[in-house]
């Protein structure tokens, strides 16, 4: 699905700017219509759920219990 700039930074959750910056320097691949550029959003659905699978590792990090450590009881 092709959208604007505008569209796809919202998409992707990005600041506008930084996307017509990656847009103009070829890392968000884009076509030019006449008048505006249009980016196809399927070219981020893997780094989408790459994101959710990592947001979902810090989560499980963070609810481990932190180890007692081995030292706590040694009384010197």
């Avoid at 103009?24 to 691949?29: A, V």
């Avoid at 006449?34 to 810090?58: P, R, S, W, Y």
Wanted: proline share 4%.
């Amino acid at each position: 699905m092709f959208v604007s700039i505008e569209e796809a930074a919202e998409y992707i959750s990005m600041p506008v700017e930084l996307v017509q910056k990656y847009v103009l320097e070829g890392r968000i691949k884009a076509i030019h219509d006449g008048e505006n550029f249009l980016v196809n959003t399927a070219q981020f659905d893997t780094h989408l759920k790459q994101m959710e699978i990592v947001k979902q590792m810090i989560d499980e990090w963070r609810s481990e219990p932190i180890p007692e450590d081995i030292d706590v009881k040694d009384e010197d």
